[in-house]
């Protein structure tokens, strides 16, 4: 078995990164993150903020959407991803499961399988037997489908078809745009178990979420993007805790959020031991 890698070697860096649509447009200003080896590092932030753009920016398929970086650096490693291609990208471990649950609707589960591993170029059969065996463990469901077509799956099936078609490329970072999008909570609950399990065998994890609880529940590091610039980074779950992110992204209302804040100004003047007395004298 390889030797795991030194952290550094498997770290990505994005610095100060600029994108821009159709020469025009800026969806990214200056963003600079790090996933380093092994993380979960999570984006938050509202619609049109930036977070697939990111995505896009590190797995070398933003310019199939006519999107440009232009400033900024984007590193994995030692490999410098910023400008190139998406079989760069897999080549340095780093794989993304595009937002939509994209399968191939008229292929066999076994066949969109097959497809996740196409940019590695030619591998041992062990190898391939190895990354589909991993996925099998993850998702039974898809060991009992092999033969059935991805189309006749359902929506959380077909979520699983798409991370374990990303695995197949063996990743060291997993790039995840909404994988909780549209699906029944009980399957949302099983796609964040899983996602779990992935971190926990090694692979780090890049994830963009709408779903805000169950992205700072999964994540060592958060970061918001608003309007193409990240506004709030830090631990994720001292984020969670902020009057900003409970708001925006907990959908606590501002009611709910005082009267949490009152219980912690209570539970404070406790422990520090003042009485509402001397606080009003
Ligand atoms: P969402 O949650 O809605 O997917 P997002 O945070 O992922 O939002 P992006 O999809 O990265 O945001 O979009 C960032 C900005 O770039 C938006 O203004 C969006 O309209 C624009 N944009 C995204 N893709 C393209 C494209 N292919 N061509 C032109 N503009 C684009």
Redesign the pocket.
């Known amino acids: 078995m390889p030797e795991a890698p030194p952290d550094e070697e498997a770290a990505l860096h994005v610095e100060g990164l600029d994108?821009t649509?159709?020469r025009a447009?800026s969806?990214?200003r200056s963003v600079s993150l790090t996933v380093p080896h092994g993380a979960i590092v999570t984006?938050l932030?509202?619609?049109?903020?930036?977070?697939?753009?990111?995505?896009?920016a590190v797995s070398g398929t933003l310019r199939l959407?006519?999107?440009a970086i232009t400033d900024g650096r984007i590193r994995y490693g030692a490999t410098e991803l910023d400008g190139r291609d998406p079989v760069a990208a897999v080549r340095a471990g780093v794989v993304q499961v595009p937002?939509g649950r994209r399968v191939f609707a008229g292929l066999t589960v076994d066949e969109n399988l097959r497809s996740g591993g196409l940019g590695l170029g030619r591998r041992r059969p062990a190898q391939i037997t190895e990354a589909r065996d991993r996925v099998f463990a993850l998702f039974p469901r898809l060991a009992e489908r092999t033969g059935q077509a991805a189309g006749l799956l359902s929506g959380g099936e077909q979520q699983m078809l798409a991370i374990g078609r990303a695995l197949m490329a063996a990743p060291r970072l997993l790039l995840l745009?909404?994988p909780s999008l549209g699906l029944a909570p009980q399957m949302v609950y099983r796609i964040a178990e899983v996602i779990r399990e992935i971190n926990a065998q090694g692979t780090a994890v890049l994830l963009?979420e709408?779903n805000a609880g169950m992205a700072l529940s999964l994540a060592d590091t958060a970061h918001v993007?608003e309007v193409?610039e990240v506004r709030l980074s830090g631990p994720a779950d001292e984020l969670a805790r902020t009057d900003a992110v409970r708001r925006l992204y907990l959908g606590e209302t501002t009611e709910a959020t005082e009267t949490a804040e009152a219980t912690e100004t209570t539970e404070s003047a406790e422990t520090t031991g003042t009485t509402e007395g001397q606080g009003a004298a």
């Open positions: 994108v649509y159709g447009l969806a990214l984006l932030g509202p619609n049109g903020a930036g977070k697939t753009t990111l995505l896009r959407h006519r999107g937002e745009d909404e963009v709408q993007l193409g």
